[in-house]
C-alpha cells in the first residue's frame, strides 16, 4: 500500500494502484483508498480531480485500465453497475437518479421487487417493505407517492433507502449536501450516523470542508487524478485540507474590497407574484454586492426571474439605472444593462453539446450579427477573450462545453453574461458544486466587478459567502423580505434568525 | 446552508395512502374520460340514428377497432420505453401479405398466422436492434426501416394482389365469424390486451420497461439491461403487427403492395389520445386500446350521422391536439398538488 493503515478491521472495499483514462485525459493515476466499515470516509478534491470518476469506479460504471479493485480483500471485477450493487455497494449520485413516473416504493424496489408465484411482483411485500425502511430512517413518506415532485433532500432518503433495501455494505454519497437546507443536512448525517454505527463503510464527497471535519474520520485527497494523500481527519485543520486539494496556500477566500457605493442602478418596488413572494422592495447601488439570503424556497429565485423578466410580475415596478422595465421581457433587460447567472448551470445557463465559444457567444449575438449573420470571427475573439480573462480551464475553443468540468461551466456561464458588459449582475448561488479553487476566483471576480462599478446581487445559500462577500444582506422568508442586515451586524445568528422567520432583525 | 438550525423535522407518521389514490385517480381519470367520450359520442350517434347499434354495427363497430388495438398495444410498450417505431404500417403490409401468399398455395391459416407473426418479429428485431445499438433516435431509425420494409414489400409483390378467392374459406369466415356480436378477432385482441397488461403491471420486467422511459440513466444505474428491454420491446411491437397483419388479411380480404400505408400515424395518434406519454414511462395499454376504438368510431359515426366522412381526418387530428393539451394540464396539476403535499409533510 501507498499510505498508512492502523490495525483494525479489515478494509470492505479497496483500490489498489487504480488509473483510468478516457482518450488522452488521464482521470485517475495510481489512486489508492481503502475503506472501513463503521467509519466515514471523506474523498477531497478539486472539480476536475478525477472524484467522480473514482466513484464509478467503485460502483462498477467504469472498469479501470490498471490496478485493482478489491472487496473483502479478495479482487473484483465489476462488469457494470448491476455487478457492484449485488456486492453490496450503493451509489448515491449528487443528481438523484429516480424514476419520476414510479412510486417511490417501485424506485427502491426496482429490478428486485420481491416476487410471488411465477414470477410475479408481491405489490403488497413491496409496500410493507417500503413503509419499514421509512420508518428505520425516520422520515414520513408514502410508498405510493410518485418521485416526481419530491425535494432534492427527500430523493436522497428515497435513495438512501434503496442502498439499505439490499444490505448495503458501502454508501458513497456524491456531494449529497449540494442542494439541502441545513436541517435537511442535519436529518441526513443523522442517518449517515446511525448507518456507520450499524458497520456500514461510507465514502463521502463533499466542498463544504467543515461537513468533512464534522462527520468523516478518514480523508483521502485527490488533486489532478493523482493521489494526495491519505489520512486520518483528527488533527487536520481546514488550511492543511485546502493545501492538499489545491497544492499551493489559497488566496483569501472571500477577497472583499471596500467600494464607495456609487447611484441606485438596480430599484425594486413592491414587486408581488401571487403565491411565490410578495412586496418585494430593495435597491442595489452600482459598486455595491448584496447578498439576497434565506432557505431553499423562500422566493429568492423567483424575484430574481422575475426581475430579469423571465417570469410576470403581478405587481410593482423594477427599475435599472433610472430606466423602467417592461413586465416579462429579458430582452429589455439586457439591453438596460441587466445580466442573470442562472442557479441550474445544466438546464438553464449552457447549451451543453454546443462549444465553449458558441455559449459565450449566445448573449453577444446581437453585437456580433452583421447583415443577418453571425460574424463568426468576432464572436470567437470575443469568447476566447473572456474565456482566458476568467481562467476556464479548456483545451480548445470549440469543444463541448459538457466535456468541462462543473467549475469551468460555471465559469462560462459567467463569461457569456460578463461578455455582454452589464451594469448590473444577478448571481444566483454562483459557487454551488463549484471547488475551494474556483470558489475563491469566483469571489475575487465579483469583488473586482463591484470595484468596476457594477452592482452585483448575489443569492447564495451558502452562509459564509454571504457575510465574507455582501455589503448589506437581504434576507428572505416564505416569499417576503424580513430583514436588510448591513454588513457591520450581519453574523450567522442575525441572518439564521430572519431566513427561519423566527426574528424580525 | 452550513449552519444548522436547532429546529428537527418532526417525524410525522406516513400520512397514509394520500399519495395512491391520487396517482390512481388521475390515471383512471385519464382512462375513464375518454371512455366517457366514446359513450357519448356512440349514444349521440344512436340517438340520431338508431340503427347505428344494431347488432351488425357493435360488430363492424368492433372489427374496424381490433387491428389498431393489437398495433396500438405493441406501440405502446414501445412509446412507455421513450422510444417509437414507425415501421408498423410497413410490417402490418408484408406480414399481410406473406400470410395470403401462403395461403394462396394451399397453406394451412394457422400456419399462415404463425408466419406472419414470426415476419413481425423478424421486423421488431431489426428495430429493436438497430434502436438499442445505434445510438440514433428511434423516430428516424423506424423512419428508415419504414421505407425499407416498404420497399422489399414492393419489389416482393409488385403489382400483384391477393383478394378474398385467393384464401381458403375457412380463413375468411373466422374474419367475420364471431359470438352473436362479438367477433372472433375482437377476442383475440382483447385476450392479447389483458395479457399485456397483466405482464406491465405484474412482472419486474414489465415495470422496467416504465422504469428505463421515464428515467433511461437511472434505469442503467440500477443494472436495467436496457438494451434487452428495448430488444423486447421492439419485438413484441412487431410481433403484435404481423398478427395484425394476419387479421388485416382475414378482414379484408384484400392485400397489395400498399396495405397499411400510413398506418402508423394512426397508431401513433391512438396511444397518444389513449394518455400513453410520448415522452415515455407513463400510461397504459388499455388507454390505448381505448384511445383506438374512440379513433375508430369516429369512422363509423360520421356516416352514421350523414355527415361526409371527409371530416374525419380533422375530427382525429382535434382529438389528438385535445388530449395533449388535457395531458399537460393534468399533468402540471398533478406535479403541483404533489410539490405541495411534500411541503407538507417535509
Given amino acids: 500500500m501507498t499510505h498508512p493503515s492502523d490495525t483494525g478491521p479489515a478494509p470492505v472495499l479497496a483500490l489498489q494502484d487504480v488509473s483510468k483514462s478516457f482518450g488522452a485525459v488521464r482521470a485517475l493515476r495510481d489512486v489508492s483508498l481503502e475503506l472501513f466499515p463503521g467509519e466515514v470516509h471523506a474523498l477531497a478534491g478539486e472539480n476536475g480531480a478525477g472524484k467522480s470518476t473514482l466513484i464509478k469506479t467503485l460502483a462498477g460504471v467504469h472498469r479501470p485500465d490498471a490496478g485493482r479493485v478489491l472487496l473483502d480483500g479478495e479482487p473484483v471485477v465489476f462488469h457494470g453497475p448491476g455487478d457492484a450493487r449485488d456486492a453490496g455497494i450503493a451509489v448515491i449520485y449528487q443528481e438523484p437518479t429516480l424514476f419520476p413516473d414510479l412510486s417511490i416504493a417501485e424506485n427502491i424496489f426496482m429490478g428486485r421487487q420481491p416476487r410471488r408465484a411465477l414470477g410475479r411482483i408481491d405489490h403488497k411485500a413491496t409496500r410493507a417493505a417500503t413503509t419499514a425502511l421509512m420508518k428505520r430512517l425516520g422520515v414520513a413518506l408514502d410508498p405510493d407517492r410518485p418521485a416526481r415532485g419530491l425535494s432534492i433532500a427527500d430523493q436522497q432518503i428515497v435513495e438512501i433507502a434503496k442502498a439499505l433495501s439490499f444490505d448495503a455494505r458501502v454508501l458513497i454519497m456524491d456531494e449529497p449536501t449540494a442542494a439541502l437546507t441545513g436541517s435537511e443536512v442535519a436529518r441526513l448525517f443523522g442517518v449517515v450516523r446511525t448507518l456507520r454505527d450499524q458497520g456500514a463503510a461510507v465514502l463521502f464527497i463533499s466542498h463544504r470542508l467543515e461537513e468533512i471535519f464534522q462527520i468523516c474520520r478518514r480523508v483521502t485527497t485527490l488533486r489532478d487524478g493523482a493521489w494526495i494523500a491519505g489520512e486520518l481527519v483528527d488533527g487536520m485543520t481546514e488550511d492543511d485540507l485546502v493545501r492538499r486539494m489545491v497544492g499551493r496556500d489559497l488566496d483569501e477566500l472571500y477577497p472583499k474590497q471596500d467600494v464607495p457605493a456609487g447611484e441606485v442602478a438596480l430599484a425594486v418596488r413592491r414587486l408581488t407574484r401571487e403565491g411565490i413572494f410578495t412586496d418585494i422592495s430593495f435597491e442595489v447601488r452600482s459598486g455595491e454586492i448584496v447578498g439576497l439570503a434565506g432557505l431553499v424556497g423562500a422566493g429568492r429565485t423567483e424575484v430574481a426571474r422575475a426581475v430579469f423578466g423571465v417570469d410576470r410580475w403581478d405587481a410593482g415596478e423594477v427599475e435599472v439605472r433610472g430606466r423602467k422595465l417592461t413586465n416579462g421581457a429579458p430582452s429589455v433587460a439586457m439591453s438596460a444593462g441587466l445580466a442573470l447567472v442562472p442557479e441550474d448551470r445544466r438546464a438553464q445557463g449552457l447549451v451543453m453539446d454546443m462549444s465553449i465559444e458558441r ?9 456580433t450579427v452583421k447583415a443577418g449573420l453571425v460574424d463568426r470571427g468576432a464572436e470567437r475573439s470575443r469568447s476566447l477573450d473572456w474565456a482566458v480573462r476568467l481562467q476556464v480551464k479548456f483545451a480548445r475553443i470549440a469543444d463541448a462545453v459538457s466535456t468541462l468540468s462543473g467549475g469551468n461551466q460555471q465559469k462560462v456561464v459567467l463569461a457569456k453574461w460578463l461578455a455582454t458588459g452589464p451594469r448590473v449582475l444577478i448571481v444566483d448561488e454562483p459557487t454551488r458544486g463549484i471547488d475551494v479553487g474556483t470558489k475563491a476566483e469566483v469571489h475575487r471576480l465579483l469583488g473586482e466587478l463591484a470595484a468596476d462599478g457594477v452592482a452585483v446581487l448575489m443569492i447564495s445559500s451558502d452562509l459564509p459567502e454571504i457575510l465574507g462577500m455582501a455589503d448589506r444582506v437581504l434576507v428572505m422568508h416564505e416569499g417576503r423580505i424580513t430583514a436588510e442586515i448591513p454588513r457591520s451586524e450581519a453574523s450567522e445568528e442575525t441572518v439564521m434568525a430572519a431566513a427561519t422567520g423566527r426574528a424580525a432583525a | 446552508m452550513t449552519v444548522t438550525t436547532s429546529e428537527q423535522t418532526p417525524v410525522a407518521e406516513a400520512p397514509g395512502s394520500a399519495g395512491t389514490r391520487l396517482v390512481d385517480r388521475v390515471f383512471k381519470m385519464r382512462e375513464l374520460a375518454i371512455l366517457v367520450v366514446l359513450l357519448v359520442m356512440i349514444a349521440v350517434t344512436q340517438a340520431g340514428n338508431s340503427e347505428f347499434l344494431s347488432e351488425q354495427g357493435i360488430k363492424d363497430l368492433l372489427l374496424n377497432a381490433t387491428i389498431l388495438v393489437l398495433v396500438a398495444t405493441g406501440q405502446s410498450l414501445v412509446v412507455i420505453t421513450r422510444n417509437v417505431d414507425l415501421s408498423v404500417g410497413s410490417t402490418l403490409g408484408i406480414t399481410a ?37 445505434g445510438q440514433v433516435p428511434a423516430l428516424v431509425v423506424t423512419l428508415g426501416t419504414l421505407y425499407i420494409i416498404r420497399g422489399v414489400d414492393s419489389i416482393w409483390v409488385g403489382s400483384r394482389q391477393i383478394t378474398a378467392g385467393d384464401l381458403p374459406g375457412s380463413f375468411v369466415d373466422f374474419g367475420s365469424g364471431g359470438l352473436s356480436a362479438v367477433p372472433w378477432l375482437a377476442l ?17 420486467s414489465g415495470r422496467e420497461l416504465y422504469a428505463l422511459g421515464s428515467n433511461p440513466e437511472a434505469a442503467r444505474l440500477a443494472g436495467i439491461p436496457v438494451r434487452k428491454r428495448i430488444l423486447t420491446a421492439y419485438t413484441f411491437c412487431g410481433a403484435l403487427a404481423g398478427l395484425a397483419g394476419a387479421m388485416y388479411l382475414a378482414r379484408f380480404g384484400n392485400v397489395d403492395s400498399s396495405t397499411g400505408n400510413g398506418y402508423e400515424l394512426t397508431v401513433v395518434s391512438a396511444v397518444v389520445v389513449g394518455g400513453v ?23 363509423s359515426v360520421l356516416p352514421a350521422l350523414g355527415v361526409s366522412s371527409v371530416w374525419v381526418l380533422a375530427i382525429n387530428g382535434f382529438l389528438l391536439l385535445l388530449a395533449i393539451a388535457v395531458d399537460r394540464i393534468v399533468a402540471s396539476r398533478v ?11 417535509a
Avoid: M, Q
Fill in chain 1, 359 to 367: 455559449n459565450i457567444g449566445l448573449t453577444g449575438l446581437r453585437t
Fill in chain 2, 97 to 133: 401479405f406473406a400470410a395470403g401468399d401462403y395461403l394462396h398455395g394451399g397453406g394451412n391459416p394457422v400456419v399462415a398466422i404463425l408466419l406472419a407473426v414470426l415476419l413481425g418479429i423478424g421486423c421488431g428485431l431489426l428495430n429493436g436492434l438497430l434502436v438499442s445499438l
Fill in chain 2, 335 to 345: 406535479a403541483s398538488a404533489l410539490k405541495k403535499r411534500s411541503a407538507r409533510h
Fill in chain 2, 277 to 299: 406519454v410520448f415522452t415515455g414511462g407513463s400510461g397504459s395499454v388499455y388507454g390505448a386500446a381505448l384511445g383506438a376504438l374512440l379513433l375508430t368510431s369516429v369512422n
Fill in chain 2, 188 to 204: 383475440i385482441a382483447l385476450a392479447v390486451l389483458v395479457a399485456t397488461a397483466y405482464y406491465l403491471k405484474h412482472f419486474g
